[in-house]
């Protein structure tokens, strides 16, 4: 219950930042933003490149992927995931940080792609069973 009050609050937080930013592109809310923007790109290509070097040496990269995406699995279908990630772009772009909204939107197009791919996998393995 704890866990779910905070993760509460932070969508919260993270909306009254994007608000803040879209009606004052000027504001200490917008570098916040695109900050966080900006870790979470790096955070995800780190793990990426992880999971792409995990897969070269041993051959376990799909192991590594399952874990690191178990996440990305339950939010990337739920509309709150795509109204707080649209509103990011839209931030995004109108405050005027395009190359950040373009690693933040190729970002989000590779997680798409790993997560279709971490379904594939998912579902040969469910037939071969």
Not at 54 to 75: A, E, H, Q
């Amino acid at each position: 219950m704890k866990m779910k009050v905070m993760h509460i609050t932070l969508y919260l937080v993270w909306a009254a930042l994007l608000i803040i930013s879209l009606l004052h592109p000027h504001s200490i809310a917008t570098p916040v933003v695109v900050g966080i923007a900006v870790v979470y790109c790096v955070l995800f290509w780190w793990a990426a490149v992880l999971v792409l070097c995990t897969w070269l040496i041993d051959g376990r990269g799909d192991d590594v992927l399952v874990t690191l995406m178990k996440l990305r699995v339950r939010s990337s279908r739920n509309v709150r995931f795509w109204v707080l990630t649209s509103h990011t772009i839209l931030c995004l772009a109108h405050s005027g940080w395009f190359i950040t909204m373009a690693a933040y939107c190729l970002t989000l197009l590779i997680g798409l792609f790993f997560l279709e791919w971490i379904h594939k996998a998912r579902v040969l393995n469910a037939h071969a069973i």
